[in-house]
């Protein structure tokens, strides 16, 4: 697919931005390949990581293919609605998708980044909402789902002060969940992906389906719902066994780590 390799290795996807001579920008072409894969997944597929060709992770929107399409409003407002419905499929399928971050993870590279679930940042990952700066706005989702993982008062600030966050800050805010060193980031977000492939179906389905969608219900829709889900993965025939396990003392052990 154009701008977007996809390989599996067992129960995991690898999906690779993989343009890296402009720095992994997102084309047309490069929205309808994720939206394609992450609408009608393999069904052997458990677990994504999403990593990306060269030493940035993806500089945003393509600003040339931008130029030079020319596009009026309504043409750029279905290009955003694209982009939404193939980040959507993202965060709200039922496959876990761990990012390997690292440099620029700015504009639109933050906007697909937010829609990943989990954030493994090499040291060297910087964020950054340079639409400010260049006389543009977001579109892909950043006003969504940047803001509530940031909050919107700190999004607001990164792009009119025009903030670069490196790796510690965006941790600190939510943008990454863990910091890695140079290198490292692909086969620690290969190590959560393969660990994250061997949970149960449905309970991966009412973590990353329910999670996020309950918390845009009211407080009584939301712990209605979650007790529907609940309902469901906790009468999961498959639970017994684990249950045992448990009860026999051969499950692994909880220990604070990352
Ligand atoms: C690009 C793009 C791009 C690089 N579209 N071609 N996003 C931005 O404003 C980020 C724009 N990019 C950058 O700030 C920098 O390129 C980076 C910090 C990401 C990397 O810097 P560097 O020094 O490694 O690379 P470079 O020399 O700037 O770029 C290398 C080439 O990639 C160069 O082309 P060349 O022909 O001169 O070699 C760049 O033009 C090209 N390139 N980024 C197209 N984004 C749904 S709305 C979403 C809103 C947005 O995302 S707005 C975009 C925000």
Redesign the pocket.
């Known amino acids: 697919m154009p701008n977007l390799d996809i390989e599996t290795r067992g129960k995991i996807a690898l999906l690779t931005l993989n343009r890296p001579?402009?720095?992994n920008?997102i084309d047309d072409a490069t929205i309808e390949a994720i939206e394609r894969f992450f609408t009608r997944p393999p069904a052997s597929v458990k677990a994504v990581v999403l990593r990306a060709a060269g030493?940035?992770f993806c500089?945003?929107?393509?600003?040339?293919e931008h130029y030079d399409l020319n596009r009026g409003p309504v043409e750029f407002m279905r290009?955003?609605q694209n982009?939404h419905r193939a980040f959507d499929a993202m965060q709200f399928g039922s496959i876990p998708i761990i990012a390997a971050l690292k440099g620029?993870v700015?504009?639109?590279?933050l906007?697909i980044a937010a829609a990943t679930h989990v954030r493994v940042a090499e040291k060297s990952t910087f964020f950054a909402l340079?639409?400010g700066q260049?006389g543009?706005?977001?579109?892909?989702g950043a006003t969504v789902r940047v803001a509530r993982i940031m909050t919107p008062a700190r999004m607001i600030d990164m792009m009119i002060a025009a903030r670069t966050y490196d790796a510690q800050r965006g941790y600190d805010v939510g943008l990454a969940h863990e910091i890695v060193e140079n290198g490292e980031g692909e086969k620690r977000a290969i190590a959560i992906a393969e660990a994250a492939a061997e949970h149960y179906d449905v309970t991966n389905f009412a973590i990353l389906t329910g999670i996020s969608r309950i918390n845009d219900m009211s407080t009584t829709d939301g712990l209605f719902a979650e007790s529907l889900l609940a309902g469901m993965v906790m009468t999961n025939p498959d639970l017994r066994p684990s249950l045992e396990k448990f009860f026999a003392r051969k499950a692994p052990r909880l220990e604070p780590k990352g």
Request: aromatic letters at 6%.
């Open positions: 001579e402009r720095r920008a030493p940035h500089a945003g929107l393509d600003l040339q290009m955003c982009w620029a700015v504009g639109g590279g906007e340079p639409e260049r543009v706005f977001t579109g892909g």
